[in-house]
């Protein structure tokens, strides 16, 4: 393979698929719930089994590099801690598998899947191999691949989701929406697309969003600040309560990387 290529896929992997295996303590899953490809997938033997993830097969970085993509991953997270709203990559497609799995394409070879409560995050070196993968991807518990449930999202994404349907019904097209609600063309394009794939009932009994996208920006920042240092400091650096602290992060639940 080209070092070209290597370097991108290397390159693709940290920017896009760290968080898979995030999380805090409440929010890890049980070996039992966790999806993986089985003890060998497409003749690759299963090399580690690290936190919340699998890995397949193995790679040597070439003469001077430093990294290597793994030829298949698979990752596993909540859906709390990890979904499209809430993470910043940039989303290339959007499709359901198995049923009712959520899939979101990311690049080639990386690709998340939103089922239950959970994300199973699903990277490929040779993009070839990635659909193999989400056919056969499963719990642990399971002996063979099962249909996939839709995804369950916290109350502050599905109230993202709502934010632009609401503004669907007044306004025509997504220029018009993306003026409305403040967000990008594409994120009014990737919200719309979702809800639409996860239908109508979903958000049927959603609340719509009171506060501005500018707020929940600020709140997010809020809530990264606390995973970075913790709730006393964080407070004590932008002069609130922690009680006031707690209020505000709670309100973007799901869409700050952490739960």
Same mark, same amino acid.
């Given at each position: 393979?080209? #070092?070209? =290529?290597?370097?991108?896929?290397?390159?693709?992997?940290?920017?896009?698929?760290?968080?898979?295996?995030?999380?805090?303590?409440?929010?890890?899953?049980? #070996?039992?719930?966790?999806?993986?490809?089985?003890?060998?997938?497409?003749?690759?033997?299963? /090399?580690?089994?690290?936190?919340?993830?699998?890995?397949?097969?193995?790679?040597?970085? !070439?003469?001077?590099?430093?990294?290597?993509?793994?030829? %298949?991953?698979?990752?596993?997270?909540?859906?709390? /801690?990890?979904?499209?709203?809430?993470?910043?990559?940039?989303?290339?497609?959007?499709?359901?598998?198995?049923?009712?799995?959520?899939? %979101?394409?990311?690049?080639?070879?990386?690709?998340?899947?939103?089922?239950?409560?959970?994300?199973?995050?699903?990277?490929?070196?040779?993009?070839?191999?990635?659909?193999?993968?989400?056919?056969?991807?499963?719990?642990?518990?399971?002996?063979?691949?099962? !249909?996939?449930?839709?995804?369950?999202?916290?109350?502050?994404?599905?109230?993202?989701?709502?934010?632009?349907?609401?503004?669907?019904?007044?306004?025509?097209?997504?220029? *018009?929406?993306?003026?409305?609600?403040?967000?990008?063309?594409?994120?009014?394009?990737? =919200?719309?697309?979702?809800?639409?794939?996860?239908?109508?009932?979903?958000?049927?009994?959603?609340?719509? !969003? /009171?506060?501005?996208?500018?707020?929940?920006? =600020?709140?997010?920042?809020?809530?990264?600040?606390?995973?970075?240092?913790?709730?006393?400091?964080?407070?004590? =650096?932008?002069?609130?309560?922690? *009680?006031?602290?707690? #209020? #505000?992060?709670?309100?973007?639940?799901?869409?700050?990387?952490?739960?």
């Amino acid at each position: 393979m080209p #070092k070209s =290529r290597i370097a991108l896929l290397v390159a693709l992997c940290a920017l896009l698929v760290a968080a898979p295996a995030g999380g805090e303590a409440s929010e890890r899953l049980s #070996k039992s719930e966790m999806y993986w490809l089985g003890p060998y997938f497409a003749g690759l033997r299963l /090399t580690d089994t690290g936190f919340q993830g699998f890995e397949y097969g193995e790679c040597k970085p !070439p003469e001077g590099e430093f990294g290597c993509q793994l030829p %298949v991953r698979v990752g596993n997270a909540t859906s709390c /801690t990890r979904n499209p709203i809430g993470s910043n990559g940039l989303v290339r497609d959007v499709f359901l598998v198995r049923g009712g799995g959520l899939a %979101v394409a990311y690049a080639p070879g990386a690709v998340d899947v939103g089922t239950g409560r959970q994300t199973v995050s699903v990277r490929a070196a040779e993009p070839e191999i990635l659909g193999a993968a989400l056919r056969e991807v499963r719990r642990r518990s399971e002996a063979g691949p099962e !249909p996939l449930a839709p995804p369950v999202y916290p109350l502050p994404v599905l109230r993202e989701l709502k934010r632009v349907t609401v503004a669907a019904e007044q306004f025509g097209g997504v220029t *018009a929406i993306a003026r409305a609600t403040e967000l990008p063309p594409d994120q009014v394009e990737l =919200r719309l697309r979702i809800a639409e794939l996860l239908g109508p009932d979903v958000l049927a009994d959603v609340p719509a !969003p /009171t506060i501005s996208i500018d707020t929940v920006e =600020r709140w997010r920042q809020l809530a990264f600040g606390v995973q970075t240092h913790n709730l006393a400091h964080t407070a004590e =650096r932008h002069k609130m309560s922690v *009680a006031s602290l707690r #209020k #505000k992060i709670r309100q973007v639940r799901g869409l700050a990387g952490a739960c």
